[in-house]
């Protein structure tokens, strides 16, 4: 058990289980002529089965596969109640005569339908329960991963690159095959291959080559490719003298490149685009706009592809407020873009800190697409050794009411997830950050899955289906993100992590050339108080949100806490709503943070009878590394704001380990920062 088969594993169900479901189970047989996605999923169902029901002989009636048109009679009334469903939708039901019907109207759902069979077996759920109808929320449920040609990834923590750039497309990775499987597995349909921060090369011909037979590959399982372009690269690739997005060179080199893509790939998604973000060129180069650019791309894709653009911009010119550059240049913005591009905006407004609250722009642009984009990669939360269940961080973005009319999640037409992937045999870098990776998918097939459910589902499929082992270890995962939020940034502060690798605490860092690369810019603590004043006698970002969102956070005596530093800078013996004065309140949540993961890895501790020993010794190894670098995080924190407040400690908190002095001197050469 390397945790290479991730939820896929198919562990042979208890013997009176499997005896039961062999018994309602029979051969898999497809009403629909064979495509290579019927035989996919026909063969999953083939191999998902013989594992679980481990040598029980299936001796029921069969289970037939079936497009809705190729269905008669019970089977195409069922398959009926899918009309007017998007792409994908499936249908799994019982007939009277036994039969276990999986239908569809497209071929993609009838492998979401298999695989999500599989998935309630797989949970333990009886034969005879299993009744489902289902189809996406968004269209788009994309994964971007971050790497490079050069297989090093940016902000991966699980190997290098699960792209073989070198050796394609002569040699297609076998992995590659396993992956377009679990991606369909969770509903992903589309992949960006190549890291935000692009080479132009990748648009070269020998790489469309490459991309062409990734293509070839996945087209089975549902997924499209996508590329990250670079907007200069027309320029950078000597075709051009200019990038200027109304430049007609300009236009034509971006068509003719997109009739090359297309003419080897007929089914490409489209391209992401950073621009004027971070040092990545972009349409502001040439006082053009985010609209001009975006469009001049979508103009050469045109009806065959999307422009995902993304939002996340900053720029040195206005370091007020970091957190409202985005909404600034957008929002002003609204229904000027072409009906083929998507804004991809982070699920917060800073960068993918443990909390933040939802990004402004959602719900403010009524007249242009966006999509939310989420960090499957902790790079802020503890990279792959910290154990954090990330759905309960975007659950609470895509649950949040905009003020606009209707909560995050419904004002977005996809999610894009920042792929965790890597070489490492368990693909994610450690087995609870498959976690991740399996509750993006699930949210953005549907967004109103609790985390719970997720979490349960994935640890049935993954590690044990004991419901003693559950009982326990759902909720660990569950408590196990706002227990990173207490011991690294509670109380609302963010960013407060080392510079570069974004590992470990580093509050102290005030030296930075830009003002909002510092943590001091986003703590802003003095002897006064702590906390980055975002209200009217501040940045006032608290004003790009909706009216009654603003004021549910206006007031720091009746907000929620979770957000209170996030909004305002408060007096250190500002009382809190436990009665504790602002200080003894920061160290008591970085004190609860600590307790809780000591109580994970006891929680982990008491399941080893329910896990095999190498996954059990690989987690408790890192939660042993958690233990350690929350204190870590705690104690670097707090001595650093008594140098800042002078205050003593509160009554009972224990001193930090080391001098400030101590933490300060710590370095990380080795830690992964690109
Ligand atoms: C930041 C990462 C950086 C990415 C950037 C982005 O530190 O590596 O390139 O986000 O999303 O969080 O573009």
Redesign the pocket.
Known sequence: EDGYDLWLRYAPLDDGMAADDAAALGPVTSASAPTPTIIAARSELERGLAELLDGHEPAGRGIVLGLARDLDGAAAREAATLEGQPAGAYRIARLADGRILIAAQDDIGLLYGAFAFLRHLGAGEPVSTIDDISAPAFSLRIIDHWGNPSGLV??GYSGRSIFDWWHLPDRLDPRMIDYARAEASIGINGVVVNN??AKAYVLEPRYIAKLRRLADAWRPYGIRVYLTARFSAPMELGATGTADPLDPAVRQWWKDKADEIYAAIPDFGGFLV?AN??GQPGPQDYGRTHADGANMMAAALGDRGVVLWRA?VYSAEDSTDRAKQAYNEFVPLDGKFADNVILQVKNGPV??QPREPFHPMFGAMPHTKLMLEGQITK?YLGFATHLAFLAPLWKEVITADTGHGGVVAQNLVGMAGVANTGSDRNWSGSHFDQANWYAFGRLAWDPRMSSGNIAQEWAAQTFSRDPGFLAEVVPMMLGSRQAVVDYMTPLGLAHQMGTGH?YGPAPWICDLARPEWNPCYYSKADAGGIGFDRTATGSDALAQYAPTVAAQWRDPKAMDEDYLLWFHHLPWDFKTQSGRALWPELVHRYDRGVAEVDAMAATWASLAPNVDEQRFEDTSEFLAIQQREARWWRDASIAYWQSVNHLPLPEGAAPPAHSLDWYEALSFPDAPA?
């Open positions: 940016e902000r935000v921060n950073k973000s971070e996340f960068d993918f790079e974004h690109d």
